[in-house]
C-alpha cells in the first residue's frame, strides 16, 4: 500500500487497528515509522542518507507521541492523518539519546524480511 498526499508525505505500508504501525517516507524524503504502544502512536524520523533497509538507533534524528483516544484506529485515513501531523511536532533527538527502539526495529526488520523473500 502506498499513501501519497500532495505535499510529497507517503505511507508505504500501515497497518490499522489497536496496534496501528507503518513506515514511510516525510514530504523532504526522510524516512519514518510509527507504532502504537498503549494509547499512544510513536514516531521516529530517520536521517536521509541511510544504507540500510531497517534503521538503528543512531540514525533517529526526531521523535513525536500523540495519544489516539480523539482519532479511530481501525480508520486507515485517520491513522495516516495523525501520522502526517505529529511529523512537523517531532523533536531532535540528541545523538547517543538512550531509548528504547528495540520494537521499532523488530518491526522494520521483519517488514524487510518479508520484502526480500518476495
Known amino acids: 500500500m ?3 498526499h ?4 507517503a505511507i508505504d505500508d ?3 487497528g489497536p496496534f496501528a504501525h507503518g513506515f514511510g ?3 523532504d524524503g526522510r524516512p519514518y515509522a510509527f507504532r502504537t504502544v498503549r494509547s499512544t502512536v510513536e514516531l521516529e524520523i530517520y536521517r536521509c542518507d541511510l544504507d540500510t533497509d ?11 507521541q500523540a495519544r489516539v483516544t480523539d482519532i479511530d484506529l481501525d480508520d486507515e485515513r485517520s491513522v495516516i ?3 502526517r501531523d505529529m511529523i512537523p511536532d517531532a523533536v531532535a533527538v540528541e545523538a547517543n539519546a538512550e531509548r528504547d527502539v528495540t520494537t521499532v526495529r ?3 526488520g ?3 524480511s518479508a520484502i526480500d523473500g518476495m
Not at 6 to 9: L, R, V
Not at 54 to 64: C, E, H, Q, S, Y
Open 2 to 4: 502506498k499513501a501519497d
Open 6 to 9: 500532495p505535499s510529497g508525505f
Open 14 to 16: 500501515i497497518t490499522v
Open 25 to 27: 517516507t516525510t514530504a
Open 54 to 64: 531497517v534503521p538503528g538507533p543512531d540514525d533517529v534524528t526526531a521523535v513525536a
Open 81 to 83: 492523518a495523525l501520522v
Open 106 to 108: 523488530a518491526l522494520l
Open 110 to 112: 521483519r517488514i524487510s
